[in-house]
């Protein structure tokens, strides 16, 4: 692989910013096949070299994947003029890898959210060919019955020309608020909102609480995120 300076090759994990990196070379707790280097502009090969920071041996990973706990009020974008993206809740180091989000939750929406700088992955899993199950947790307005849960089974085909998959409507409660559990195998623009409204029963809270086989983190607090282990990534290839 091309070399890259290794003070990028350092932040690029997330775990120590490039000024870090360089007071701990300048430290001596750098060390770059078994030699300390005190310069962070040296340049080396981030996958054969084997490089130690401060005693801990540095993974390195081409890709960078994440798992957000995404917080109302952020846009699912990588730049927009006038609102907070949810790239605003990364440190600097990590703005700089070119991430995306990985699909797009609306800006009142909550949860899990992925996002990455595999386009080859993340492309693959957004396919609509793919059918990866997307589960969201939602509070409503009016009663949530039995033939909603059956209009969502049968495909719903809603007014506004949008045809839907057959989808799971899980009722966890129902009453003048109802919440539940759908599940998507699509994932078109707005889709639970409109197919609950469709229904009649409009959305007041929407999560994604799992994509895949990869549930929410429960424990990241909202707008916290974390990296997705070699394990997580293995199994969001197998879907693919
Ligand atoms: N469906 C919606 O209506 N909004 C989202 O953010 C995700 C799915």
Redesign the pocket.
């Known amino acids: 692989m091309e070399q890259q300076r290794l003070d990028k090759i350092i932040a690029s994990t997330g775990k120590w910013s490039r000024r870090e990196a360089k007071e701990l070379a300048r430290l001596g707790l750098v060390t770059v096949d078994g030699r300390a280097v005190c310069s962070v502009e040296e340049k080396f090969d981030p996958e054969a070299a084997r490089i130690f920071v401060n005693g801990e041996a540095l993974f390195y990973r081409r890709y960078t994947w994440i798992m957000l706990n995404k917080p109302a009020g952020y846009l699912?974008a990588t730049e927009d003029g006038r609102g907070k993206t949810v790239l605003d809740l990364l440190p600097r180091e990590l703005r700089r890898q070119e991430l995306f989000p990985v699909?797009?939750?609306?800006?009142?929406?909550e949860g899990l959210l992925l996002l990455t700088n595999e386009g080859g992955l993340a492309h693959a899993l957004l396919s609509p060919k793919r059918h990866v199950d997307?589960v969201?947790y939602v509070r409503t307005v009016g009663r949530l019955t039995e033939e909603d849960r059956r209009a969502f089974a049968a495909g719903m085909s809603l007014e506004d020309g949008l045809q839907c998959l057959p989808a799971g409507l899980e009722i966890l409660a129902a009453g003048e608020e109802s919440e539940a559990q759908?599940t998507?195998r699509e994932?078109?623009?707005?889709?639970?909102?409109?197919?609950?409204a469709a229904r009649g029963k409009p959305?007041t809270y929407?999560e994604?609480i799992k994509m895949g086989n990869l549930p929410l983190d429960r424990g990241l607090s909202r707008g916290a995120f974390r990296f997705l282990t070699e394990e997580e990534i293995a199994e969001l290839r197998v879907l693919v």
């Open positions: 699912s699909g797009r939750l609306d800006k009142d929406t997307k969201y759908v998507l994932g078109k623009f707005h889709q639970v909102k409109r197919m609950l959305v929407l994604r």
